[in-house]
């Protein structure tokens, strides 16, 4: 059979990235360029300015990934390019620059939901996964427990009733002063701090064990910096981080090891920005080895936004027969 190559663009949020990747799996580049410095400065994403410097970046990134992969876009098969869910005007310069590239090759376009390429992101070094499988997928804008039933064929078992896991961390981050994005800073504050100092909720969802809620967790993270100070307590930012990230951690492990349980399924990966830190990783993977499920998750660099998911997405969204016309559409609030 055939080779497929696919050129995958992702501009979802504030990375600028593009991938060739071949047969799905076989990543040949990955050029994610980030805007994270910009909008530091505001302590967010600020859409507007992540629109402009996706404009800036598109054309250099894949031009790039093209050479790093040692391809023209005569040797591609299909452009993919995530089209949903994200902020609208960055999804639409993706969107816009992957239409030009197949109409001007005439090359077949396959727009690919976000969440879908982090979840495929698992394919790309796991030679021989495949469906089925449960992903929990924890990312900034996401928490959903999904039940991977085939390729392209996805049941959402349990998400969240308010805050994503990753803006979880973000926003208790700027409430103990670190800045944006707070993931990965909590991840590496944390592992100087004692997660048993302070006891956090474990927020249950009542009838939905297998539902989220994390803006009680966040609300009580900032009402107990709020009484330090009020007491004149000393405020350990360490333990603070540590013992809120054990109970976003514990909350996770324990509802995906039910849902494995409930749905009979042994094989679970995980997905996402959040899927990369470290209390996650080893949390899920002592959870995961006690009940005797198989654990996957991607190397950090494909767990937060990237084109190489992207491509591993397109490829199987391509096989299946899916092609959209040039009126594809940046879609913000995609259902998958
Ligand atoms: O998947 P992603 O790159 O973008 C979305 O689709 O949302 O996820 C970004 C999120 C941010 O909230 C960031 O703080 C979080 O992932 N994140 C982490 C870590 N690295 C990134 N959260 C916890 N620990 C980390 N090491
Ligand atoms: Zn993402």
Redesign the pocket.
Known sequence: DKDILILAIET??DETAAAVVKNGREVLSNVISSQIELHKLYGGVVPEIASRKHIEKINPVIEEALSTAGVTLDDLDAVGVTYGPGLVGALLVGVAEAKAISYAKHLPLVGVH?IEG?ICANYIENKTLEPPFLCMVV????THLVMVKDYGKYEILGRTRDDAA??A??KVARAIGLGY????K??RLAKEGNPKAISFPKAHVDGAPLDFSFSGLKSSVLNYINSCKMKGEPIVESDIAASFQEAVVSVIAEKTMLAAQMYGIDKICLA???A???ALRSRMRECADANGFLLFYPSPIL???NGAMIGAAAYYEYMAGTRHGLDLNAVPNLKI
Do not use: A, K, L, Q
């Not at 990312?139 to 996401?142: I, K």
């Not at 994005?181 to 990965?184: C, E, F, R």
């Open positions: 979802s949020c976000h982090h990312s900034g804008g996401h990753g803006e961390f973000d994005p707070g993931g990965p909590i991840d996402g920005g959040v990369s830190n470290s767990c937060t936004d």
